[in-house]
């Protein structure tokens, strides 16, 4: 049996038929064309799928279309304007900072990270590193060892606060400065200063 | 002339993030094509069965579902694979198809492929196959598949030790002789996976021209050979998007998929999609192989190793196909950093009922690792030794580089002692010991204090330990290293290693560049474009990623396979040699438009200075477009493409018949330090330090190598920590999802912190060394080390892993009365 919802996507409003099992992720990637939510597992462990629902962070795979109904949905597309060559458009602060942190490698599961920043920054916009690493123990990357996650996340909280994240320009002065971090000595050294127990 | 590096060394921004953080990577899953079908894997429920019959009418009669494929038409309609490279030492050829025949050997094997109109038709259609199983007992551990009475899994080998054989180097009898003690271990290593995020996935389509698959294969090689083998089509071409992870997990089984997913094309005659769900990845997509080792250390008194001998039982799963993976990778590694000169190593290949074994984060390193960690440990234990003192007297020393290992390896560079040096400067090891002192001390106090009384004042349970040991990663695959075991084979896997790269300047200026190999995620645009920015001379932001990897566009060859740790050496190489060819065309091209001598030229952001200036818009509309201006016998354009071999593959490209082979062709090296607590009461342990040394040669991007690092290290310490997989008696896997399996998470994986102590390799284009799945190899024994360092009261030895709490408990319980009343545990009577 097909069901008649409407729902509003990144500012776009959207009527569609769908079956009663069709998953929320699927509704999105597959109807929508939104292919940046990804599929990790689809049981709600990795949160590759992870979006935005009326303000609350959900798994798009435990979600069904049918419980959208009527919802504001926003995914990784509608966090920034999308670039064309030579202009990158405008970012958002954590995307910008996921960039200069380096803090991602095959990307798959980056979109949740950055939509799971996005709801914690706006609970806490200054979160402690332990902060940072419970709220976003619900994303599982395998490729970064999540420590330049963690670092772009700090940072873009630090960027927000200061209300500077959508400039473009400051991605060069961070590229310029780690150029100059690594220049003229051998050994390069990122020591966090943890302190034993 | 001279070429500057501007931007080699640099952390220049990633080519890849912009598009990954908006969403708008591609992967296999994102794209569609007209009249596509979707496709399911109907698979095996059994461990160990007989396949009587498979009845696919009812599936076959539910609207929306296009084709199933059955077994008696996978055998019909494709051909075995050919005995793969990655089993060498197969006695008996066996016919291997993509799907299971007549028998199934794990769960999880894929039966039957059903396509519908969509995903949710063709998942309904399995429901209405009927298979008929006559179960077969099943074989779950080596000990049980090894029995008499075992039932075999393959009739023609005629039991389940389906290879046997060993290596030996230098007189290892005499070294035993030589020694004043003999010290034994018997270590294990579980199944583990890197479980990449993306699953497999695959579209085919075959069109009048060819047979065409986009699919996340890290090696499009064996996807091409695989579908031309198993369909006898020559026209194939080999697509590979971006790709969410492979670790090794994506070389080699994903080719069954590959092959059922066209087959299902070819049959329907439309696109066909297929993507693998989570549950099927953990129980079919692979696994890397539980090892056990049997170790014997000739030692002297004071600490030397005069001779190794391991007895290694791999457990390879329910497939022939990958046979010997873990064996032979521990040639690349067999020595560690250390100066041994006599070893033996005997292996054998174990057939269960459970999953295949895949290439893996260093397949078999970690392993090798661990065998020469623990040894090192258990050493210095029983001659009452410090145990960095035990690995110090056994290191080549630094003046010995370029070192030749004595299976045929050569080190070209490193530092061993200065990684142990920094390491324990930096993981602060002498305050670790002191506070480790003290704590032991109080709690003893604790406990002479609480006498008589231990339920009111039960001693403090959290024991701190440290673990320091040292590891390589070698880098470049030589293709024909597994020959070294099987040199009766008459078909040579290939040798050495040949890839290209193409650079191109475009006739408005802007450059782009075509690699030879695949990348997961490791940056690789990134860091081919700064090799080619300073090369040029441009600026990166001009350089770009033609696309991804296609094998009728890539400059492609053996080793254009996202594994083995090739980047570093034939890409890097690649792309330095094609882009030094186009840097001389542009020069030689300018030179005579210039009418100017080419040695008093040079390049700065895309712009030739002489006489006068000419920017590379201004040659590239020459070189494309005014033939009046070319210089004579000038090729036109301004494209060039080299492949890439390594110059120094020689001695010992092919094994001498001492079974030496240069197995690999650079070996980076690091220390690692653990500091853990391990919590008595619950067998928990945490990781409070983790602190790396690591010397990868020259550093293109350090960001990179940093990430490359972080994360797997973070991987081998999670699975030190107990992620791993767990089968029942029946062979049923019992660790479907990611939290079943353990996966660590922010809270459990530590924050790594990484120094870089570059030592340049002399032998590489750059003196760059690997950087990749590095850390993964060391690190469970760095985790290992510093667990039974922290439970030296109990005087337990740490043997095998994961040291999951359980695991962790166990030990602690099992330890002796001392230990026991020291951390008010219970213990066993």
């Known amino acids: 049996m097909k069901h008649s919802i409407w729902l509003t996507v990144n500012g776009e409003t959207y009527e569609r038929e769908i079956d009663a099992r069709t998953l929320l992720v699927h509704l999105l990637r597959e109807q929508l064309g939104l292919t940046g939510t990804h599929v990790g597992c689809v049981v709600g462990e990795c949160g590759a799928c992870s979006v935005i629902v009326d303000g609350a962070l959900v798994k798009s795979c435990l979600m069904l279309a049918v419980q959208a109904d009527g919802c504001e949905v926003t995914t990784i597309e509608g966090l920034s304007t999308p670039g064309i060559p030579d202009t990158p458009g405008t970012l958002h602060p954590i995307q910008q900072a996921f960039i200069d942190r380096f803090a991602l490698q095959c990307g798959f599961c980056t979109p949740g990270f950055v939509m799971a920043a996005h709801a914690l920054l706006a609970r806490h916009p200054d979160p402690t590193e332990e902060q940072i690493r419970q709220v976003l123990s619900s994303n599982l990357c395998m490729c970064t060892g999540y420590v330049q996650i963690v670092e772009a996340v700090k940072e873009a909280a630090a960027r927000m606060r200061r209300g500077q994240g959508h400039r473009q320009g400051h991605q060069d002065e961070l590229a310029t400065k780690h150029t100059k971090d690594t220049e003229g000595s051998s050994t390069k050294k990122h020591q966090d200063q943890t302190t034993l127990p | ?829």
């Open chain 2, 1 to 829: 002339m001279e070429q500057g590096t501007r931007y080699i060394g640099r952390s220049v921004r990633s080519k890849e993030a912009p598009r990954h953080v908006t969403g708008r990577g591609r992967y296999v899953d994102d794209l569609a094509l007209p009249r596509m079908l979707h496709a399911c894997m109907l698979r095996s429920p059994y461990a160990h069965a007989r396949i009587v019959a498979v009845d696919a009418t009812g599936a076959a009669g539910l609207p929306g579902v296009k084709a199933v494929i059955t077994p008696d038409e996978v055998k019909r309609l494709s051909r075995p694979f050919k005995p793969g490279r990655y089993a060498a030492g197969l006695r008996v050829p066996i016919p291997e198809y993509a799907g299971a025949i007549g028998k199934v050997r794990y769960v999880g094997e894929p039966v039957a492929i059903v396509a519908a109109e969509s995903r949710a038709r063709a998942e309904d259609a399995l429901e209405l196959i009927d298979v008929q199983y006559d179960a077969l007992p099943a074989v779950v551990t080596t000990a049980d598949a090894v029995a008499p009475s075992a039932p075999v899994l393959y009739e023609e080998l005629g039991s389940n030790v389906a290879w046997q054989g060993h290596v030996s180097y230098g007189d290892v009898d005499a070294a035993f002789a030589r020694a004043d003690r003999i010290v034994r271990a018997n270590l294990k290593i579980h199944r583990y996976s890197s479980t990449p995020l993306e699953p497999f996935a695959c579209l085919a389509e075959a069109t009048p021209e060819r047979l065409t698959i986009w699919c996340n294969s890290q090696s499009p090689d064996v996807i091409y050979e695989a579908l031309s083998e198993a369909l006898g089509i020559d026209a194939v071409r080999v697509i590979v998007p971006d790709v969410g992870g492979g670790f090794g997990q994506k070389i080699h089984l994903i080719r069954k998929y590959a092959v059922l997913t066209a087959l299902m094309a070819v049959k329907t005659g439309r696109p066909v999609k297929w993507i693998e769900d989570r549950s099927e990845h953990m129980m079919a997509g692979g696994h890397s192989c539980e090892q056990e080792f049997d170790v014997e250390a000739a030692v002297t008194a004071d600490g030397e190793v005069l001779g190794l001998t391991i007895r290694d039982t791999d457990d390879v799963g329910g497939s022939v196909s990958t046979l010997t993976i873990h064996f032979t990778n521990k040639l690349n590694n067999l020595f560690n950093t250390y100066k041994v000169q006599h070893l033996r190593l005997e292996g054998r290949s174990v057939l269960t009922n459970k999953c295949p074994v895949v290439p893996n984060r260093g397949i078999g390193k970690p392993g090798m690792c661990f065998v020469w960690e623990r040894t090192m440990d258990r050493v210095a234990r029983e001659l009452g030794l410090d145990p960095i003192e035990v690995r110090r007297r056994n290191l080549v020393p630094k003046e010995q580089f370029p070192y030749t290992t004595p299976n045929g390896n050569i080190h070209g560079s490193g530092d061993y002692q200065a990684l142990l040096d920094r390491v324990l400067a930096n993981v602060g090891y002498d305050e670790v010991r002191r506070r480790q002192q003290e704590q032991r001390e109080a709690v003893a106090r604790t406990l002479s204090g609480s006498r008589g009384a231990p339920d009111r004042a039960r001693p403090t349970t959290t024991l701190l330990g440290i673990g320091v040991v040292i590891g390589i990663e070698p880098g470049g695959r030589n293709a024909a290293r597994d020959m070294a075991i099987f040199p009766q084979s008459t078909q040579m896997p290939g040798a050495g290693g040949v890839e290209g790269a193409t650079v191109k300047i475009e006739k408005n200026g802007s450059v782009v560049f075509t690699l030879g190999s695949p990348s997961c995620g490791q940056s690789h645009e990134t860091t081919a474009a700064q090799i080619i920015a300073d090369v040029l001379g441009v600026a990166p932001e001009r350089v770009s990623a033609a696309g991804t990897f296609d094998t009728a566009l890539s400059p492609w060859g053996i080793s254009s396979s996202n594994s083995g740790n090739n980047f570093h050496l034939y890409d890097v190489g690649a792309v330095h040699g094609a882009a030094a060819r186009l840097r001389d065309k542009v020069l030689t091209l300018a030179a005579h438009v210039l009418k100017a001598d080419r040695e008093s030229l040079r390049i700065e952001d895309g712009v030739v200075y002489g006489p006068a200036e000419m920017t590379f818009a201004e040659l590239g509309k020459i070189a494309y477009g005014n033939q009046a201006l070319l210089p004579p016998g000038f090729e036109p354009g301004l494209q060039a493409t080299y492949y890439y071999s390594h110059p120094h593959a020689d001695p010992l490209m092919l094994p001498d018949m001492q079974g030496r082979v240069r197995a690999q062709y650079t070996f980076s090296s690091a220390a690692h330090a653990a500091v853990v607590e391990v919590d008595t009461e619950t067998g928990r342990v945490r990781v409070v330090r983790y602190a790396i040394v690591s010397d990868n040669g020259t550093l293109i991007n350090p960001s990179v190598v940093d990430g490359q690092i972080y994360g797997s290290a973070a991987h081998g310490i999670s699975v030190a920590l107990g992620e791993g997989f767990v089968y029942d008696a029946d062979g049923q896997l019992l660790t479907l999802t990611l939290l079943d399996y353990g996966k660590s998470t922010t809270l459990e994986t530590p924050r790594i912190e990484v120094e870089h102590y570059p030592v340049p390799d002399p032998f590489t284009t750059l003196g760059q060394k690997a950087a990749g799945e590095g850390a993964a190899i060391p690190s469970p024994a760095a985790i290992a080390s510093a667990v039974e360092d922290a439970l030296a009261p109990f005087g337990v030895e740490v043997r095998r892993l994961p040291l999951s709490p359980e695991r962790v408990w166990e030990l602690i319980n099992g330890g002796d009365s001392v230990g026991r009343a020291l951390s008010g545990a219970p213990g066993r009577t």
